[in-house]
């Protein structure tokens, strides 16, 4: 028998598995960090830009979006470096700020934020919080956000008001797959990062054909040309017009492996080309049980973010077999109300709701009940055994004691980060 590590939040769990009968697909640890000086020297030669210094006057602010603690970037080590370059360029650290592009997920921690930037940069830089909801208009005392106009599609564009007050825009992301923008990092960062709950409502609805009732055609992991989600977030980003950007590639270990900069879109394809190209799994056949676990902390924080490693799982595996997933979700399903969107017959009745009243969160859920639909899913979690059954899901406690006798599969130790397709 063999062994492997399996990722579960932030410790890690052993599984027992017959080598002759299971491959395991795809490597997580083994990319090695790139030094101060590597990165370095990537600021010194950015993709289709002038390095920063040269783009940004001593006299002139700057504002730096960072993601929250749902995704790695290797953030502090990149921030650090940036930081100290504005500085020695001219630029005054008072002018200097930092904003985490949260999206409608929930707001950083202060110790997430002292981990994100460091210690260093949170007591030296001043930071703010975005929130999707408009607290001033609720208050009545004016809005959180800037109107920039409509996308070319009909979408009125409100983006936090913070991004009107600085001269220039700075994005620093992380890229991996997103099962349906594509790839994360870059223009997310703005849309749905800085967004409002309307603006990210309404541009996520883009990726569900409410006519066929389905995922929308061109919508997808590892997609951009043609994905109408991804398009429409390059055109609300390009609305704040970013004068520079830094699209890191991660280890588990938040430590920078790949780093490309320069031009905020241009920059941040490249990087997606270069994580397909290093991220894709070739495999022949499906099988009739896929192990698969998100990867750890932050990948398996919550239900919401878990569910990205599960839709790699389901190109894996034959319709009808087994899916052992392993996501501890120590902050529970990522949205209280989530559940409500499981008390339907079926995801038809699911996409019949999402008709009537579309949320963001129901997408996801749609997704994963038509996976659970469509295969056996065990899940090894924090959650308890009534979400999961109402989600459809099997709650178990020991990895090692559900797989069929002569069943043929795939380990996957990090199912967040790769992306498998049938050669």
Not at 103 to 117: F, M, S, W
Not at 228 to 241: S, Y
Request: neutral net charge; proline residues 3%.
């Amino acid at each position: 028998m063999a062994f492997v590590k399996l990722k579960y939040g932030k410790s890690e769990l052993v599984f027992q598995y017959d080598a002759t009968r299971f491959d395991v697909l795809g490597e997580g640890g083994n990319f090695l960090p790139l030094s101060d000086v590597q990165i370095n020297q990537h600021f010194d030669n950015p993709f289709f830009s002038s390095p920063i210094e040269d783009l940004i006057r001593s006299d002139e602010s700057v504002l730096i979006v960072v993601p929250d603690a749902t995704r790695k970037a290797a953030c502090g080590q990149v921030l650090n470096l940036l930081i100290r370059r504005l500085i020695v360029s001219g630029v005054k650290p008072h002018k200097v700020g930092i904003i985490f592009a949260t999206g409608i997920h929930r707001p950083v921690t202060e110790d997430e934020k002292k981990r994100i930037l460091t210690p260093f940069i949170y007591q030296r830089i001043k930071h703010f919080d975005h929130s999707a909801k408009d607290f001033l208009k609720l208050a009545g005392i004016g809005s959180s956000f800037a109107h920039y106009g409509y996308t070319s599609n009909g979408i009125r564009i409100e983006l936090n008001k913070l991004l009107l007050e600085y001269d220039h825009i700075v994005l620093i992301g992380g890229v991996t797959f997103h099962y349906f923008a594509g790839f994360t990092g870059g223009r997310k960062l703005v849309c749905p990062g800085l967004a409002s709950e309307h603006t990210i409502s309404e541009t996520h609805k883009l990726a569900f054909d409410f006519e066929k009732k389905t995922r929308r055609q061109g919508v997808g992991i590892g997609l951009l040309k043609g994905n109408l989600v991804h398009e429409t977030f390059v055109e609300i980003a390009g609305k704040v017009k970013p004068t520079f950007s830094v699209n890191t590639i991660a280890n588990e270990r938040d430590e920078a492996v790949s780093v490309f900069c320069g031009d905020w879109k241009l920059a941040h394809e490249k990087a997606c080309s270069f994580y397909l190209e290093n991220h894709s799994l070739k495999i022949s056949e499906k099988r009739d049980c896929v192990v698969v676990s998100c990867g750890g902390f932050p990948f398996d924080l919550n239900l919401i973010q878990a569910h990205k490693a599960l839709e790699s799982a389901s190109y894996a595996c034959k319709e009808g077999g087994m899916i052992i997933f392993i996501a501890e979700c120590a902050d529970g399903l990522g949205r209280e109300d989530f559940l409500k969107w499981f008390e339907v017959k079926d995801s038809e009745e699911l996409a019949e709701r999402l008709c009537q009243n579309y949320e963001v969160n129901g997408q996801t859920a749609w997704s994963l009940l038509k996976k659970a639909e469509n295969f056996n899913i065990k899940i090894l979690t924090n959650l308890n055994e009534e979400a999961c059954l109402k989600m459809r899901m099997e709650k178990i406690d020991d990895l090692n004691r559900f797989l069929p006798n002569g069943t043929h599969g795939y380990i996957l130790p990090y199912g967040a980060k790769f992306l498998t397709f049938m050669t």
